[in-house]
Nanobody, 123 residues
């Protein structure tokens, strides 16, 4: 069984930046599509960004396009989410997830999930 562990969350002022990381352990993650999701209090979990197994294809929610960048390091089995120009509405628990088909799109079926890391953006 694999495991996903997020890190890098914290408190930041609006307009600031944070970088999230997700470390994957276990077999096969280098062939999986990876995604970042978030859930704010009282709201449903939503897709934020995704990346294909090769890193060639990336996907973003409209709300974060131009501000967030997803990347992955296949050698280290890590996925990163660079978040710039953060807004108070970006406040949420951010989750890393993996899907077995290697696509990483918003419509992929994500089978593995991390425990999440809190991101709080103050105004």
């Amino acid at each position: 069984q694999g495991q996903l562990v997020e890190s890098g969350g914290g408190l930041v002022q609006a307009g600031g930046s944070l970088a999230l990381s997700c470390a994957a352990s276990g077999r096969g993650f280098s062939t999986y599509g990876m995604g970042w999701f978030r859930q704010a209090p009282g709201k449903e979990r939503e897709f934020v960004a995704g990346i294909s197994w090769s890193g060639v294809s990336t996907y973003y929610a409209d709300s974060v396009k131009g501000r967030f960048t997803i990347s992955r390091d296949l050698a280290k089995n890590t996925v990163h989410l660079q978040m710039n120009v953060l807004k108070p509405e970006d406040t949420a628990i951010y989750y890393c997830a993996a899907e077995l088909w290697g696509i990483g799109s918003p419509k992929s079926r994500y089978a593995y999930w991390g425990q999440g890391t809190q991101v709080t953006v103050s105004s």
